[in-house]
Protein backbone atom coordinates (compact mmCIF):
# COMPACT_ATOMS: atom_id res chain seq x y z
CA UNK A 1 0.00 0.00 0.00
CA UNK A 2 1.69 3.16 -1.13
CA UNK A 3 2.35 5.74 1.81
CA UNK A 4 -0.18 8.72 0.38
CA UNK A 5 -3.63 7.56 -1.96
CA UNK A 6 -5.01 10.80 -3.82
CA UNK A 7 -7.39 10.01 -6.61
CA UNK A 8 -5.77 11.80 -9.73
CA UNK A 9 -8.95 12.75 -11.47
CA UNK A 10 -9.31 14.70 -13.61
CA UNK A 11 -12.14 16.79 -11.60
CA UNK A 12 -14.15 19.40 -13.81
CA UNK A 13 -16.93 21.25 -12.14
CA UNK A 14 -19.37 24.55 -12.48
CA UNK A 15 -18.12 27.63 -11.25
CA UNK A 16 -19.78 28.09 -8.28
CA UNK A 17 -19.48 24.40 -7.08
CA UNK A 18 -18.38 23.11 -3.75
CA UNK A 19 -15.29 20.79 -4.26
CA UNK A 20 -13.98 17.94 -2.15
CA UNK A 21 -10.63 16.53 -2.42
CA UNK A 22 -9.21 14.03 -0.68
CA UNK A 23 -6.26 11.99 0.24
CA UNK A 24 -5.68 8.67 2.69
CA UNK A 25 -2.19 7.51 4.30
CA UNK A 26 -1.41 4.84 5.90
CA UNK A 27 1.56 5.90 8.45
CA UNK A 28 -0.21 6.56 11.54
CA UNK A 29 3.49 8.54 12.18
CA UNK A 30 2.14 11.24 10.12
CA UNK A 31 1.38 14.27 11.97
CA UNK A 32 1.47 17.76 10.00
CA UNK A 33 -0.71 17.62 6.90
CA UNK A 34 -0.47 20.08 3.62
CA UNK A 35 -1.89 21.15 0.28
CA UNK A 36 -0.19 22.33 -2.71
CA UNK A 37 -1.38 24.14 -5.20
CA UNK A 38 0.20 23.82 -8.58
CA UNK A 39 -1.35 25.98 -11.56
CA UNK A 40 -0.14 24.56 -14.76
CA UNK A 41 3.40 25.33 -15.75
CA UNK A 42 4.56 26.44 -12.38
CA UNK A 43 5.65 24.86 -9.00
CA UNK A 44 3.61 23.61 -6.66
CA UNK A 45 2.81 26.12 -3.67
CA UNK A 46 2.03 26.26 0.07
CA UNK A 47 -1.94 26.56 -0.06
CA UNK A 48 -2.71 25.38 3.51
CA UNK A 49 -1.25 23.49 6.26
CA UNK A 50 -2.70 21.56 9.48
CA UNK A 51 -1.17 19.81 12.49
CA UNK A 52 -4.43 18.22 14.35
CA UNK A 53 -7.13 16.33 13.67
CA UNK A 54 -10.28 18.84 12.46
CA UNK A 55 -10.96 21.37 10.43
CA UNK A 56 -9.08 24.19 9.36
CA UNK A 57 -10.41 27.92 7.27
CA UNK A 58 -8.77 30.28 5.25
CA UNK A 59 -11.37 31.90 3.04
CA UNK A 60 -13.46 29.50 0.80
CA UNK A 61 -10.98 26.80 1.73
CA UNK A 62 -11.72 24.60 4.62
CA UNK A 63 -8.78 21.51 5.12
CA UNK A 64 -10.49 18.73 7.54
CA UNK A 65 -7.83 16.05 8.99
CA UNK A 66 -9.90 12.76 10.02
CA UNK A 67 -6.64 10.78 11.73
CA UNK A 68 -8.34 8.49 13.10
CA UNK A 69 -9.50 7.07 9.87
CA UNK A 70 -6.34 8.44 8.38
CA UNK A 71 -8.30 10.79 5.71
CA UNK A 72 -7.73 14.18 5.05
CA UNK A 73 -9.71 16.91 2.23
CA UNK A 74 -9.81 20.04 1.17
CA UNK A 75 -13.11 21.90 0.38
CA UNK A 76 -13.81 24.65 -2.25
CA UNK A 77 -16.45 26.79 -1.70
CA UNK A 78 -18.16 28.90 -4.04
CA UNK A 79 -15.55 27.69 -7.16
CA UNK A 80 -13.69 29.69 -9.69
CA UNK A 81 -12.02 29.22 -12.81
CA UNK A 82 -8.56 31.07 -10.65
CA UNK A 83 -8.84 27.77 -8.68
CA UNK A 84 -8.82 25.67 -11.65
CA UNK A 85 -5.36 23.87 -10.77
CA UNK A 86 -3.36 19.97 -9.68
CA UNK A 87 -3.79 19.89 -5.83
CA UNK A 88 -1.31 17.76 -3.86
CA UNK A 89 -1.61 16.65 -0.66
CA UNK A 90 1.48 16.29 1.18
CA UNK A 91 2.19 14.66 4.94
CA UNK A 92 4.95 13.87 6.65
CA UNK A 93 6.15 13.22 10.36
CA UNK A 94 7.58 15.14 12.93
CA UNK A 95 11.92 15.23 12.83
CA UNK A 96 11.82 14.23 9.33
CA UNK A 97 12.46 16.94 6.29
CA UNK A 98 10.75 14.39 4.17
CA UNK A 99 7.42 15.43 3.04
CA UNK A 100 5.04 12.23 0.94
CA UNK A 101 3.17 13.66 -1.96
CA UNK A 102 0.12 12.16 -2.95
CA UNK A 103 0.05 11.83 -7.38
CA UNK A 104 -2.53 15.17 -7.25
CA UNK A 105 -5.81 15.24 -8.64
CA UNK A 106 -6.17 18.27 -11.55
CA UNK A 107 -9.16 20.65 -11.03
CA UNK A 108 -10.93 22.21 -13.40
CA UNK A 109 -13.50 24.92 -12.63
CA UNK A 110 -15.90 25.58 -15.98
CA UNK A 111 -17.46 29.47 -15.98
CA UNK B 1 12.11 38.55 -3.46
CA UNK B 2 12.20 35.11 -1.89
CA UNK B 3 12.85 32.61 -4.34
CA UNK B 4 13.99 29.65 -5.72
CA UNK B 5 15.69 29.62 -9.32
CA UNK B 6 16.24 26.73 -11.89
CA UNK B 7 18.08 26.60 -15.18
CA UNK B 8 17.60 26.04 -17.56
CA UNK B 9 13.44 26.16 -18.16
CA UNK B 10 12.99 24.27 -21.05
CA UNK B 11 15.88 22.03 -22.51
CA UNK B 12 16.34 19.18 -25.32
CA UNK B 13 19.05 17.30 -25.95
CA UNK B 14 20.25 13.85 -27.17
CA UNK B 15 20.94 10.95 -25.42
CA UNK B 16 24.37 10.96 -23.56
CA UNK B 17 25.08 13.74 -23.45
CA UNK B 18 25.53 15.39 -20.24
CA UNK B 19 24.01 18.30 -18.77
CA UNK B 20 23.25 20.52 -15.58
CA UNK B 21 20.30 21.89 -14.44
CA UNK B 22 21.21 24.57 -11.45
CA UNK B 23 19.19 25.95 -8.38
CA UNK B 24 19.54 28.45 -6.65
CA UNK B 25 18.37 29.83 -3.33
CA UNK B 26 18.06 33.10 -1.56
CA UNK B 27 15.93 32.39 1.76
CA UNK B 28 19.62 30.83 3.43
CA UNK B 29 17.55 27.29 3.57
CA UNK B 30 19.35 24.34 4.55
CA UNK B 31 17.42 22.27 3.10
CA UNK B 32 17.38 21.74 -0.91
CA UNK B 33 15.82 18.76 -2.98
CA UNK B 34 15.03 17.83 -6.55
CA UNK B 35 12.13 16.21 -7.38
CA UNK B 36 10.68 15.07 -10.87
CA UNK B 37 7.16 14.82 -11.75
CA UNK B 38 6.08 12.33 -14.46
CA UNK B 39 1.94 12.38 -15.50
CA UNK B 40 0.45 9.48 -13.61
CA UNK B 41 3.22 9.07 -11.48
CA UNK B 42 3.23 12.49 -9.27
CA UNK B 43 6.56 14.34 -7.59
CA UNK B 44 9.22 11.31 -6.81
CA UNK B 45 12.19 12.46 -4.84
CA UNK B 46 15.24 12.26 -6.17
CA UNK B 47 17.99 13.58 -4.40
CA UNK B 48 18.05 15.92 -1.36
CA UNK B 49 20.80 17.52 1.17
CA UNK B 50 20.06 18.81 4.63
CA UNK B 51 22.94 21.52 4.83
CA UNK B 52 26.45 21.86 2.89
CA UNK B 53 28.53 19.22 1.76
CA UNK B 54 25.74 16.96 3.00
CA UNK B 55 23.41 15.04 0.03
CA UNK B 56 21.40 12.00 0.46
CA UNK B 57 19.96 9.66 -2.26
CA UNK B 58 15.34 10.39 -2.65
CA UNK B 59 13.17 7.38 -4.06
CA UNK B 60 14.92 7.62 -7.63
CA UNK B 61 18.51 8.40 -7.54
CA UNK B 62 19.78 6.50 -10.37
CA UNK B 63 20.95 8.28 -13.00
CA UNK B 64 21.83 11.22 -10.97
CA UNK B 65 24.18 13.54 -8.91
CA UNK B 66 24.34 16.07 -6.93
CA UNK B 67 26.74 18.51 -5.03
CA UNK B 68 25.74 21.03 -2.60
CA UNK B 69 29.58 23.24 -2.10
CA UNK B 70 27.52 26.26 -1.09
CA UNK B 71 24.38 26.72 0.70
CA UNK B 72 22.84 28.24 -1.70
CA UNK B 73 22.98 26.06 -4.99
CA UNK B 74 22.25 22.59 -5.78
CA UNK B 75 22.81 21.87 -9.05
CA UNK B 76 21.53 18.66 -10.64
CA UNK B 77 23.76 16.50 -13.04
CA UNK B 78 22.77 14.03 -15.88
CA UNK B 79 25.90 12.50 -16.48
CA UNK B 80 24.87 10.32 -19.44
CA UNK B 81 21.22 11.63 -19.96
CA UNK B 82 18.66 8.45 -21.49
CA UNK B 83 15.02 9.14 -22.69
CA UNK B 84 13.58 7.82 -19.53
CA UNK B 85 14.80 10.98 -17.81
CA UNK B 86 12.78 13.22 -19.97
CA UNK B 87 10.39 14.61 -17.37
CA UNK B 88 9.76 18.14 -15.50
CA UNK B 89 11.99 18.72 -13.16
CA UNK B 90 11.59 21.00 -9.58
CA UNK B 91 14.20 22.09 -7.28
CA UNK B 92 12.83 22.91 -3.64
CA UNK B 93 14.20 24.47 -0.58
CA UNK B 94 12.98 24.63 3.00
CA UNK B 95 14.23 26.31 6.29
CA UNK B 96 15.00 24.64 9.57
CA UNK B 97 12.56 27.04 11.69
CA UNK B 98 9.00 25.84 11.99
CA UNK B 99 7.26 23.03 11.76
CA UNK B 100 5.05 23.87 8.58
CA UNK B 101 6.71 21.47 6.94
CA UNK B 102 6.53 24.24 3.77
CA UNK B 103 8.75 23.60 0.72
CA UNK B 104 9.40 26.38 -1.09
CA UNK B 105 9.76 25.17 -5.08
CA UNK B 106 10.66 26.51 -8.35
CA UNK B 107 8.92 27.04 -11.50
CA UNK B 108 10.42 23.60 -13.21
CA UNK B 109 12.74 22.14 -15.79
CA UNK B 110 11.26 20.08 -18.37
CA UNK B 111 13.75 18.33 -19.79
CA UNK B 112 13.41 15.89 -22.89
CA UNK B 113 16.20 13.73 -24.13
CA UNK B 114 15.91 12.22 -27.78
Known amino acids: QKEVEQDPGPLSVPEGAIVSLNCTYSNSAFQYFMWYRQYSRKGPELLMYTYSSGNKEDGRFTAQVDKSSKYISLFIRDSQPSDSATYLCAIWGAGSYQLTFGKGTKLSVIP | EAQVTQNPRYLITVTGKKLTVTCSQN?????MSWYRQDPGLGLRQIYY???????DKGDVPEGYKVSRKEKRNFPLILESPSPNQTSLYFC?????????????FGEGSRLTVL
Open chain 2, 92 to 104: ASRGSGGNTGELF
Open chain 2, 49 to 55: SMNVEVT
Open chain 2, 27 to 31: MNHEY
